[in-house]
């Protein structure tokens, strides 16, 4: 079986996740007012999610070359 690399934005974004469950399971955030917090994670876990969504592809592969004309 062949080990793959580790996807560090995956783990980043589980970690996070994991973080913002734990502060919403633990009643607050202390002095941090939850009405901001919260959108404000939201905001920015959905920013994450399309910028790990976003095809990995080489400029190489997708240009045709020169002399092939389908």
Partial sequence: MN????DLLSLL???AVLALGL?????????L?????GP???IGLGVLILVAA????DSDEDAP???DER
């Fill in 3 to 6: 080990r793959h690399p580790a």
């Fill in 13 to 15: 974004a589980g970690l």
């Fill in 23 to 31: 502060v919403l399971l633990s009643g607050g955030a202390g002095d």
């Fill in 33 to 37: 007012p939850m009405e901001w917090v």
């Fill in 40 to 42: 404000a994670v939201a």
């Fill in 54 to 57: 976003r095809p990995k592809r």
């Fill in 65 to 67: 070359s020169p002399g």
